[in-house]
């Protein structure tokens, strides 16, 4: 037997099969991303481009994605549930705000650590006489929760059993009871609601309390009926979603966003949906 003929036939079929392997881990080179379109300042519809979104999700994505060398377009999909449907069904790769939930595993793959950690806050008039410190201090006071606000599922149940609030259509309308004096909080998130009282020109009459009520994960999540669904993406957007917390980069675009969602609604006069 040729020992050198059968080494130089290994060595060819292995450089034949390099370009199969390079293209197998970077086989996607654009990813079709949706979410909610009413989240500010996380996700909203860009009033100059409806179709397309944009806001912090948006920017964090982008900048993670462009460092592995994909192309991100950010695409309105309809409301909340359409988004997902869209995702589900793997017309479109990915979900950049995902509430983690069980039902969902079947279909979309989430990718740990979530991009953003959406922080609950108590919300209250400067005025308030209310003491609080835990979650069940608010138990026996009238409060109000957006009905598109998502929780975790551990604390819904809690506020289901423990608490009284009433579901608005929007934080504009939780914020707006609150400052009528009909409840005595609002949960809502730390950024949302910044976002949506400094809109409203009702930042110096609420102040939030610094101590979360609940901290659920916008995730990432990646369909599993997208052709972008592989090991290798999986795997570079969590080393990405690890590394994020130490760089800096989502306080800054949170707020970035919070001031270019401000700056929106001053010129049409509008209120935020979230």
């Avoid at 881990?25 to 990813?31: H, I, N, S, T, W």
């Avoid at 609030?165 to 504009?172: D, E, F, G, Q, S």
């Amino acid at each position: 037997m040729d020992l050198r003929r059968v080494f130089g036939q290994s060595v060819l079929l292995g450089l034949t099969m390099l370009p199969m392997l390079s293209s197998a881990a970077g086989k996607c080179e654009r990813l079709v991303v949706t979410g909610s379109p009413d989240a500010p300042p996380y996700l909203w519809q860009d009033p100059q481009n409806p179709k397309h979104l944009i806001g912090a999700s948006a920017d964090l994505l982008q900048q993670v994605a462009g460092q592995l060398g994909i192309k991100v377009e950010m695409l309105y999909a309809g409301k909340r549930s359409q988004a997902l449907d869209e995702v589900r069904s793997g017309r479109m790769d990915m979900l950049a705000d995902a509430p983690l939930t069980v039902s969902e595993l079947e279909t979309l793959d989430y990718i740990h650590p979530p991009l953003l950690e959406n922080d609950y806050l108590v919300w209250t008039r400067k005025d308030s006489a209310l003491v609080y410190n835990e979650a069940q201090d608010l138990h026996g006071h009238p409060g109000a929760l957006s009905e598109k606000s998502r929780m975790t599922p551990a604390f819904g149940t809690f506020a289901e059993q423990q608490l009284t609030l009433v579901r608005t259509p929007n934080l504009t309308q939780a914020f707006q009871k609150l400052l009528l004096g009909e409840v005595d909080y609002v949960l809502a998130g730390r950024y949302s609601g910044m976002a949506a009282a400094q809109a409203l020109s009702m930042a110096n009459d609420l102040v939030a309390r610094s101590q979360p009520v609940d901290k659920p994960g916008l995730f990432l999540a990646v369909s599993h009926n997208s052709a972008c669904n592989d090991p290798w993406l999986r795997g570079q957007l969590a080393k990405k979603m690890t590394e994020l917390p130490a760089s800096g980069l989502t306080e800054a675009i949170l707020q970035r966003n919070i001031e270019r969602w401000k700056s929106q609604q001053q010129q049409p006069v509008s209120t935020p949906k979230q």
